[in-house]
C-alpha cells in the first residue's frame, strides 16, 4: 500500500487561506469518503481536525475545511493564524480493510 | 476525558521482541475498536494495526504483518503490541489511538513511547 502524496511544505502569511492536496489511488481516498486529516505540532500527537472528507470534531476551528475530488482530497486552512503552524497528513480507509496516511505537509506561517 | 497512556518502550537489539502497552480510561474501553500508528524519527506517520472493541478481526499493515500481535483485554482497559523480530526501521515512537465516536479517523491519541532497535 503506497502512501498517498502530500506536498513536503507550504506556507503562507497570517490571514492567508491555503490548501494542502493528498492525492491516493481508487483504492484509498477515491474509493471511499473515510478521509481524516491530522495536524502534528512539533513534539506533540497528532490531532484529528476533519474526518470524512469534510466534517469537522467538535471543538476544531471552522477555518479547517475538508473536500474530495476524485482521488485527491484537501484541506484548506482559512485565515491562517500562526497556531496553525504544525505537520498535516491525511489518512484514507483502504481496500485492503487497513488505513493508509499520506506523506505529510509542513506547513508554515510567514 | 479520554486518557491514553502508553508504555513499555526500550532499546532492543535486531531480532529481539518487546511488548507494548496502552492503559486507556475516561470511556467504555471495550465499545471501541483501537489502534497503533508509530512515527520513525524525523518521518511521517505510519499506520500499524487495529483491533476490533471484542479483540475480534485484527488486521496489520504489510509492513508488520507476520511480527507483530495486536491484543487488548478489556478487564484491564488495556490494548498491547506484541513485537517479534525487530528491525533497526521499526525504530520509532508508537503511539495508541482510539477509533473516532464519530465517523472514520483515530479521535484520541496517546503521547506515545519510543522504541530503540540498535546493537
Known amino acids: 500500500q503506497s502512501a498517498p502524496t502530500q506536498p513536503a511544505s507550504v506556507s503562507g502569511s497570517p490571514g492567508q487561506s491555503i490548501t494542502l492536496p493528498c492525492t491516493g489511488t481508487?483504492?484509498?481516498?477515491?474509493?471511499?469518503?473515510?478521509v481524516s486529516w491530522y495536524q502534528q505540532p512539533p513534539g506533540k500527537a497528532p490531532k484529528v481536525v476533519i474526518f470524512?472528507?469534510?466534517q469537522r470534531p467538535s471543538g476544531v476551528s471552522n477555518r479547517f475545511s475538508g473536500s474530495k475530488s476524485g482521488n485527491t482530497a484537501s484541506l484548506t486552512i482559512s485565515g491562517l493564524q500562526a497556531e496553525d503552524e504544525a505537520d498535516y497528513y491525511c489518512?484514507?480507509?483502504?481496500?485492503?480493510?487497513?488505513?493508509?496516511f499520506g506523506t505529510g505537509t509542513k506547513v508554515t506561517v510567514l | 476525558e479520554v486518557i491514553l497512556v502508553e508504555s513499555g518502550g526500550d532499546l532492543v537489539q535486531p531480532g529481539g521482541s518487546l511488548r507494548l502497552s496502552c492503559a486507556a480510561s475516561?470511556?467504555?474501553?471495550?465499545?471501541?475498536?483501537m489502534h497503533w500508528v508509530r512515527q520513525a524519527p524525523g518521518k511521517g506517520l505510519e499506520y500499524l494495526s487495529s483491533?476490533?472493541?471484542?479483540?475480534?478481526?485484527?488486521v496489520y499493515a504489510n509492513s508488520v504483518k507476520g511480527r507483530f500481535t495486536i491484543s487488548r483485554d478489556n478487564s484491564k482497559n488495556t490494548l498491547y503490541l506484541q513485537m517479534d523480530s525487530l528491525r533497526a526501521e521499526d525504530m520509532a515512537v508508537y503511539y495508541c489511538?482510539?477509533?473516532?465516536?464519530?465517523?472514520?479517523?483515530?479521535?484520541?491519541w496517546g503521547q506515545g513511547t519510543l522504541v530503540t532497535v540498535s546493537s
Open positions: 483491533i476490533l472493541g471484542d479483540g475480534g478481526s485484527p
Open positions: 489511538a482510539r477509533d473516532g465516536s464519530s465517523g472514520w479517523n483515530f479521535d484520541s
Open positions: 470524512d472528507v469534510g
Open positions: 475516561g470511556f467504555i474501553f471495550s465499545n471501541y475498536p
Open positions: 489518512c484514507s480507509w483502504t481496500s485492503s480493510g487497513t488505513y493508509v
Open positions: 481508487s483504492s484509498d481516498v477515491g474509493g471511499y469518503n473515510f
